[in-house]
């Protein structure tokens, strides 16, 4: 059964979120968070998330501020907020009934939803499917163009998804505070990396680097011929069932 759902974050901006709930309830849930520009409505975590709940998990896939039907700016995104409002979710979700808690995401909603496991004691574990979780700054990803109007003016413009959109220096200033790489060094929860072959956005080679840093037990999945997002109605569909068959033996060690 799906409910639409609305919790405040931090800021006291309303979040829409769409909340999975199982036939019969084991005291299991995970949060999942969307891509870059993105929204909880996306193939991956629609199917996901139902494939969650008939395993009997409670998932809660919700819209991070300024995206989807969530309220907010985008430009005031920051890693911080983000883990803070998804760590709000896992509360929500805990005040469901579920006593064992993970969190997944995809691309930056899985770097997202790895930060959050590394600092939030709740979380039993952790997948990330086609993310980047190596120590590669968002600012290295703007053109030479988008850096100078950044030192110039504080802010930078782009388009993605039909919409015309802009981040702060304050974005580039938090994602620089976090050093997913150290964090990998030093992590011991389990964590699950799914990653298509031809992603085109973040390259595979990124998940072998994950494997080949991490200190903890990695279970890393690479999807052969999938993209970033993961187009091909059966891959969606093998990844979930994967992914909520690993969730399960997670909660049940």
């Known amino acids: 059964m799906e409910e639409q759902i ?50 009997g ?61 590394a600092q939030t004691d709740s979380v039993k574990a952790v997948c990330a499917l086609a993310s980047r979780l190596t120590g590669v700054r968002a600012i290295d990803f703007l053109s030479r163009e988008q850096r100078a109007s950044l030192q110039r003016t504080g802010e930078v413009f782009f388009s993605s998804r039909g919409r015309s959109l802009k981040l702060t220096e304050k974005f580039f200033a938090d994602a620089g505070s976090f050093d997913p790489t150290n964090f ?34 990695v279970d890393l999945e690479i999807v052969p011929d999938a993209d970033h997002m993961f187009s091909r109605e059966e891959d969606r569909i093998d990844i979930s069932r994967s992914v909520a068959g690993w969730f399960k033996e997670q909660s049940e060690y």
């Open 184 to 217: 990998l060094k030093t992590f011991n929860k389990p964590l699950m990396v799914v990653h298509g072959d031809i992603d085109e956005i973040i390259p595979v080679e990124e998940a072998y680097k994950v494997r080949d840093l991490s200190s903890g037990r």
């Open 57 to 117: 998990f409670v998932a809660l896939r919700f819209d991070f501020s300024g995206n989807g039907q969530s309220q907010g700016t985008f430009d005031e995104s920051t890693y911080s907020k983000q883990i803070s409002e998804m760590q709000t979710a896992v509360d929500i979700i805990a005040a469901r009934g579920a006593e064992w808690i993970g969190v997944a995401g995809h691309s930056m909603g899985g770097l997202i939803a790895f930060l959050t496991a």
């Open 6 to 55: 609305h919790f405040n974050n931090h800021f006291g901006e309303k979040l829409a979120a769409t909340l999975h709930l199982p036939k019969s309830p084991a005291g299991f849930g995970v949060v999942l968070g969307h891509c870059f520009t993105c929204s909880r409505h996306t193939g991956i975590l629609r199917q996901l998330a139902g494939e969650l709940s008939r395993e």
